[in-house]
């Protein structure tokens, strides 16, 4: 088990470095000199001395892998570096409207996983009727669903025409249900998709045959011994459906208005606020990486069979 | 495509390896097998039928639209959906319904060229990564792995970034993003097959490198890459209209399906129909690619699987 830990974790290391790089050369592929491209945002006029001014400021004169190394570095003490529009420490910036993401990611997990599984087991128990076809149309459903269109109809629904829910803001409950709701709609259907097809292969395994031959309640066999197998390989799935949700917070956090990292990073690209596009894509690709280790670990721990593969 | 049509060396070619090269179905038969029972399931039919139609509209639009896309009418702005006007008009007074029809030929390009930059691409790494594995595996492998550790939307955001707003800008970035799931299937499928006894029997006949690629791995890892293509179509019409929607996309006033839907969002209690439309058409277009790729999964199965 240790090994395994270990040999994920230096997978994920070395993931993480790719991604330092990553970022870090986001602002050299893009066209033109790197000068113009962090200046393109400021108003200031483009004299040669400001210019030079610029690339000393962000060491640009300096070699490529010293810039590299510069960059790590600070980032690894937690300097990203500072906005070019507002002049704030980006990470100062990111970790402030973390918490609404996270937020925002942990309530849309908890709705798809309610949602989800109680689809799933169900179509599974009623394997063949309408309410299977009826689920996995629905799930077929969610999946093809471009999220900013679901958000719009449900506040078109829920909000203009229902009167029931506020449709923008971060303060309150109230102001989570619809984006977390719609963030975790598509995870939803995935996840009632691999429960029902892992809970029918589960069910027709032979200790569920053993444990209705003594005789014990359906409700038994179903809970105890069924559910808790059939979710193993639902694990793995959450590890990529939160990875899904910090992407997918760029589309519902502009849509309701709320704060965060996906509306932070949208609005960088917008602005042409380099820096803070950097640290952002850099903060979630490495979140992105340690949800999945940590997955993978926890996926090893449920599942003894993967440890020794 | 036949199996290579040579007299068995009976000398060096064990019976087993003969055996397992005659036995192969030949590829022609089993593609139409394929196609009979794809054709069999009710739900690729009906997204068969939806595709066709959109193809047809991105064809014809120039003749099937009624009004001219971009050409503005105040005197009707916001107008809702009516007979003149089966969508309704937007702020400026465009007929929506024309400018949903030219919008199917931008989706269409954009999940043609996405997909075809994922699939060439991608395919083509993992089919070195799988074939020659060691070092070049690696070498190829790691990078596709740090594209993954970027979760999908967020990828193609930050190649938009660095490339800019426009169609072939949407193009590139979608395509791009899509590499390494492409890569890393094939090269999973390749490393099953490569153990197979015709990959064996192959090299026992002394087949070049070349050869047993393409003639004995390529056909045999197609249906994973037919399976993943149905599936990267879905995601790039997906995020190319989110991408648009998003403002780094497609710019107005050009027709896509993404910007129109955000178009209307700040009008949603005045006209409701500005973005519901082109968003329906969006879904439609993506549960219908869906469902031909279930489809062409079961119809796939039994039979390819060697």
Known sequence: MLYYVLKRLLGAV???????????????LMPGDPVRVLMSS????????????????????????????????????????????KGRPVATMI???????????????????????????????RHNTWADSAS????????????????????????????????????????LILPASILGVRAAGSIARLTRSSMLEVLGRQY?????????????????????????????????????????????????????????????????????????????????????????????????????? | MQPSSQPAPALTLDAAAAQALAERPTAGRAWRGTLRRLLRHGGARFGLVVVALVVVMALGADFLSPYDPIAQNSAVGLSPPSLAHPMGTDEFGRDIFSRVIHGARLSLLVAIGAVAISATLGTLLGLLAGYLQGASDMLIMRPMDVLLAFPGLLLALALSAILGTGLTSVILAVGIAGIPNFARIVRGAVMNVRENEYVLAARTVGAPGGRIVGRHLLPNVAAPIIVMTTLYVAFAVLTASSLSFLGVGVQPPTPEWGAMTNAGRHILRLAWWVSTFPGLMIMLLVLAVNLIGDGLRDALDPNLRV
């Open chain 1, 208 to 309: 569920v045959t053993t444990a209705r031959a003594k005789g014990l309640r359906e409700r038994v066999v179903v809970l105890r011994h069924a559910l808790k197998n059939a979710l193993i390989p639902v694990v793995t799935l959450i590890g990529l459906d939160l990875g899904r949700f910090l992407a997918g917070s760029v589309i519902v956090e502009t849509i309701f208005a709320r704060q965060g990292v996906g509306k932070l990073l949208i609005d960088s690209i917008l602005d042409k606020d380099f820096p803070v596009l950097q640290g952002t894509v850099l903060v979630i690709a490495a979140t992105y990486v340690l949800v999945n280790l940590v997955v993978d670990v926890s996926y090893a721990w449920l599942d003894p069979r993967i440890r020794y593969a």
């Open chain 1, 136 to 175: 996995i149309l629905v799930s077929l459903f969610a999946v093809s669903m471009p999220d900013f269109w679901l958000a719009i109809l449900a506040i078109l629904v829920f909000s203009i025409y229902l009167g029931w829910l506020p449709a923008a803001g971060t303060q309150g409950w109230q102001y």
């Open chain 1, 14 to 28: 070395l993931v993480l470095f790719g991604v330092t790089v990553l970022a870090f050369a986001m602002l050299h």
């Open chain 1, 42 to 85: 400021m108003e200031a006029a483009n004299s040669q001395t400001e210019i030079e001014q610029v690339r000393e400021r962000f060491g640009l004169n300096d070699p490529l892998p010293v810039q590299y190394v510069n960059f790590v570095r600070r980032a690894a003490t937690g300097d990203l570096g500072r906005s070019v529009l």
């Open chain 1, 95 to 125: 970790a402030e409207v973390y918490p609404y993401t996270l937020q925002l990611a942990f309530a849309a997990l908890v709705i798809a996983m309610l949602a989800g599984i109680s689809l799933g087991v169900l179509a599974a128990l």
